[in-house]
């Protein structure tokens, strides 16, 4: 699966960016989707993640209340809707397609999971 995100963009704290994630594939919709993001000296972070049927299957802590993420199988699309945004949250976020196809277990699902990365889209939180 080619992915391509979007969306990224300088925003002041406190304010909202949505981020869109584009498959290029129809099998897009087999796959659960994931978030990323990596800060300067930091290691990459496992954001949010979406079932292949449009779950939302985790949110890591600090997100939680302030990031949605969706999808939308008829546009090979997913998004992460990141409102109340922090100086922290600054990061280059990435998408990235479940290995697997139709993965009806999620308690275990964590990075190494995930493959198809597509590029990275820069989002910078101003305080």
């Known amino acids: 699966v080619q992915l391509q995100a979007s969306g990224g963009g300088l925003v002041q704290a406190g304010g909202s960016l949505r981020l869109s994630c584009a498959a290029s594939e129809r099998t897009f919709s087999r796959y659960a989707m994931g978030w990323f993001r990596q800060a300067p000296g930091k290691e990459r972070e496992f954001v949010a993640a979406?079932?292949?049927?449009?779950?939302?299957?985790y949110y890591t802590d600090s997100v939680k209340g302030r990031f949605t993420i969706f999808r939308d199988n008829t546009k090979n699309t997913v998004y992460l809707q990141m409102n109340s945004l922090k100086p922290e949250d600054t990061a280059v976020y990435y998408c990235a397609a479940d290995r697997e196809q139709y993965r009806r277990d999620y308690e275990q699902i964590g990075p190494a999971d995930f493959g198809s990365w597509g590029q990275g889209t820069q989002v910078t939180v101003s305080s």
């Open positions: 979406i079932s292949w049927s449009g779950g939302p299957i």
